[in-house]
Nanobody, 124 residues
Framework: VQLQASGGGLVHAGGSLTLSCAACGRSLSNWDMGWFRQRPGMERDFVASIKGGSSATRYADAVKGRFTISRSYARSTVSLQMNSLKPEDTAVYFC??????????????????WGQGTLVTVSS
């Protein structure tokens, strides 16, 4: 599935941003969708995910209570609402997709399709 991410930018600590990922021409009901982030020189880390055909979600401990993942089947989009942003949230954020699976939603290596990444910078 082809993914198009948008919504990154520069924000002060404590601020909010919403990222959006459009799955071009695909229904999301059969796809697990996730958001991941990568800091310079580091691996891509899991942030949040939502299961295809279900309301089940998972979050990394570092973002629980601050970030919310949601999905619109009608628009074939997945969003990440990020509140109370911290400087350590600064990273390139990627949306990822995989065919609906019983495998742990947090397993980054199981996601096959990726958007182009969008930069989020949180200033202190």
């Amino acid at each position: 599935v082809q993914l198009q991410a948008s919504g990154g930018g520069l924000v002060h600590a404590g601020g909010s941003l919403t990222l959006s990922c459009a799955a071009c021409g695909r229904s999301l009901s059969n796809w697990d969708m996730g958001w991941f982030r990568q800091r310079p020189g580091m691996e891509r880390d899991f942030v949040a995910s939502i299961k295809g055909g279900s309301s089940a979600t998972r979050y990394a401990d570092a973002v629980k209570g601050r970030f919310t993942i949601s999905r619109s089947y009608a628009r074939s989009t997945v969003s990440l609402q990020m509140n109370s942003l911290k400087p350590e949230d600064t990273a390139v954020y990627f949306c990822g997709a995989r065919r609906r699976s019983v495998v742990d939603l947090t397993a980054t290596e199981t996601y096959n399709d990726w958007g182009q990444g969008t930069l989020v910078t949180v200033s202190s």
